[in-house]
């Protein structure tokens, strides 16, 4: 698992460390590592022009005294200060004593031009708000110019607990954090900002820096959450997955849905709706019924919601679905025929999977609001539904009901996913791990990622049904 820890988290543990460790000597860890990180992308270090941009605070420090450890590897460097009587005096002292340069603001972007790596230390999890005005144009060079751009701990001018953006930021090729991962490094439009990550250890105790805001599950976590069939199971023991989607206008939906329940894990999957034949004709392995979900058979999980319209019969369908005793993951059209009460009533789990734009029409928002604040968004729709909610997108988050719980985030998705139908497929297959007996969010994150996976082993530009055929390979990629 790959966790992100809140900026108070991240206080409290570094505090309790620095208590037990000598004077400076976590920012001397900090600055090995990102000295580290800095020769391994410049290849060569002896003769390489270093700028390293210095806010006020200690992600400066860590800035600088990387940068002093480069040049007395033979690099050249120039600091450029942004607040020049209050950047940090111990790095500022290293830097000069190594050779460095020094600059305000108003020299940054003629030098920047001339670099090969920059170092960004204007804010790390102490910064507020997007850069100041002095820094914009400085981030603005950087991108602009030929260098490699290293964020220290974040990317300046992003929010490290939420991802959020306000106003200008950096915009780094990598980024090098400490102690563990910020949640804003790994949620959009944050994220983007972030470049590849790298985690340097400065030895924070896990056990000081508490549950985690955000929680990533990895290749090891998911084939441990895998259903696999045993000796003892037959198709309904591995559980039957019902599928209520399509209509006579959209087909396409249904037999999409049924082509990611199959390929989830359950032994069986029926199908309730007006999609029966062009189920069979792609699927004949499908148990299929004409009528509503109430009169299919049992299951032991529902997915209702993809292309079902909003006809009488697409309400009864939801409403049916959501009288089962069993856990309902409500999608696409699904998602307008509900109201919070109706969800918060049942007992049986609940997975509702939007995306941005219906995440939106359910908070009464407009779609950028909940795309800027996809945490926020998350947590507030879990909360007013009381149900696991998968908010999709260019990240793709996991809310429990509980607020207590960390968001999950999915860091396998590829923007090739965003093709119409590729989120009927995931409803199918996280249906499928409903039924299979995964907890609400385990499934639900088990399905993003598998689904994320599946599309990076697709040749591209993919279709929907690439991705349900790819599941296979995605399944067998996890589990070597
Ligand atoms: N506390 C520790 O033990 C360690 C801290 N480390 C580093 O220290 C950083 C945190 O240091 P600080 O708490 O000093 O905070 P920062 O260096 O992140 O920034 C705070 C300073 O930036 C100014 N500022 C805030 N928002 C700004 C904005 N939008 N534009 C420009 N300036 C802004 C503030 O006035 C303040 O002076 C971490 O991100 C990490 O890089 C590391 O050295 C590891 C150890
Ligand atoms: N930019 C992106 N990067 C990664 N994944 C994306 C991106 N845009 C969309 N996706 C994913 O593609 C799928 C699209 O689902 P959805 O919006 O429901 O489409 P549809 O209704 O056509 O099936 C979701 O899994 C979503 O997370
Ligand atoms: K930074």
Redesign the pocket.
């Known amino acids: 698992m790959r966790y992100g820890h809140s900026v108070e988290a991240v206080r409290r543990a570094e505090g309790a460390l620095m208590a037990r460790v000598p004077e400076g000597a976590l920012m001397q860890r900090a600055a090995a590592g990102l000295a580290a990180a800095g020769a391994d992308l410049l290849g060569r270090v002896y003769g390489a022009r270093l700028v390293v941009l210095v806010g006020s605070g200690s992600n400066g420090g860590d800035a600088l005294f990387a940068a002093a450890r480069l040049l007395r590897r033979g690099a050249s460097g120039t600091a450029v200060l942004l607040a020049p009587e209050r950047a940090h005096g111990e790095g500022l002292a290293a830097f000069r004593a190594a050779g460095g340069r020094v600059t305000g603001a108003d020299g940054g972007a003629g030098v920047i031009a001339h670099a090969d790596l920059v170092l960004d230390g204007i804010t790390g999890i102490g910064g507020k708000g997007g850069l100041r005005p002095e820094a914009e144009p400085l981030a603005r060079a950087a991108r602009e110019s030929g260098a490699a751009v290293v964020a220290v701990d974040l990317p300046s001018g992003v929010d490290a607990d939420t991802g959020e953006v306000h106003g200008p930021a950096v915009h780094a090729d990598a980024t090098v954090t400490f102690g563990t991962y910020k949640p804003g490094l790994l949620i959009d439009p944050a994220a983007e900002r972030a470049g590849a990550l790298r985690l340097v250890d400065i030895g924070l105790d896990p056990a000081e820096l508490g549950t985690p805001a955000l929680e990533a599950l990895q290749h090891a976590d998911v084939a441990a959450l895998l259903p696999r069939p045993t000796g003892e199971s037959d198709k309904y023991r591995r559980g039957v997955v019902g599928v209520a989607a399509g209509s006579r206008r959209y087909p396409g939906a249904a037999v999409?849905a049924v082509s990611g329940a199959l390929r989830g894990g359950a032994g069986a999957v029926r199908y309730a709706g007006p999609g029966g034949a062009a189920v069979l004709a792609r699927h004949p392995e499908t148990l299929v019924s004409t009528g509503s979900p109430h009169s299919a058979g049992r299951v032991q999980a529902w997915v209702v919601g993809?292309g079902l319209g909003d006809t009488a019969e697409a309400r009864t369908a939801v409403d049916d679905a959501l009288a089962a005793d069993v856990p309902v993951l409500v999608?696409?059209d699904g998602l307008r025929l509900l109201t919070p009460e109706a969800v918060r009533r049942r007992t049986a789990p609940t997975v509702l999977?939007p995306?941005a734009g219906e995440a939106a029409a359910l908070l009464g928002r407009a779609r950028e609001e909940v795309e800027a604040g996809r945490l926020r968004a998350v947590r507030e729709l879990a909360a007013r539904f009381g149900a696991t909610v998968l908010l999709?997108?260019?990240t793709?988050l996991v809310a429990d009901p509980d607020p207590e719980r960390p968001v999950r985030v999915n860091a396998t998705?590829?923007?090739w996913?965003?093709?119409?139908?590729?989120?009927?497929?995931?409803s199918g297959l996280t249906g499928s791990l409903l039924a299979a007996g995964l907890a609400a969010r385990d499934a639900a994150s088990v399905g993003?990622y598998l689904?994320?996976l599946a599309a990076r082993l697709s040749e591209v530009p993919l279709t929907?049904l690439d991705l349900a055929d790819a599941l296979p390979r995605a399944w067998r990629n996890v589990s070597e």
Request: proline fraction near 4%; charged fraction near 10%.
């Open positions: 999409l993809p999608d696409a999977t995306h999709k997108g260019s793709t998705g590829i923007a996913l965003a093709t119409a139908g590729s989120g009927d497929v995931l993003a689904h994320g929907a």
